[in-house]
Nanobody
Framework: QVHLVESGGGLVQPGGSLRLSCAYS????????IGWYRQAPGKEREGVSCISFIDGTTYYADFAKGRFTISRDNAEKKVSLQMNVLRPDDTAHYYC???????????????????WGQGTPVTVSS
């Protein structure tokens, strides 16, 4: 059964770092990708980054390039998002999901269920 649980959010000062984790259940073959999304108050949800389970390709939104790094740990069955040089406008609720879409990337495979985690809050403030 496909199930996602995020962790690692919190309060951080501008310029600081956080590492978010998305623990997934079931078999790796149940997934084609896991992506990170975020939604700030009053704004639409947006794609942050994604990693393909098929070929390992990684994708990033422009605002994430150079600051965020997505990775996958097969043994621990988790996908992490390392976020560095955080800014106040990174404040949002962050979610992981079994999809891979963003403003400048779009990778969809048929035959996979779309599942979302409950999210974890990130606040960047001094």
């Amino acid at each position: 059964q496909v199930h996602l649980v995020e962790s690692g959010g919190g309060l951080v000062q501008p310029g600081g770092s956080l590492r978010l984790s998305c623990a997934y259940s079931g078999r790796s073959s149940d997934y084609y990708a896991i992506g990170w999304y975020r939604q700030a108050p009053g704004k639409e949800r947006e794609g942050v980054s994604c990693i393909s389970f098929i070929d390992g390709t990684t994708y990033y939104a422009d605002f994430a390039k150079g600051r965020f790094t997505i990775s996958r740990d097969n043994a621990e069955k988790k996908v992490s998002l390392q976020m560095n040089v955080l800014r106040p406008d990174d404040t949002a609720h962050y979610y992981c999901a079994t999809k891979c879409t963003g403003e400048n990337y779009y990778r969809v495979e048929s035959g996979y269920a779309e599942v979302w985690g409950q999210g974890t809050p990130v606040t960047v403030s001094s």
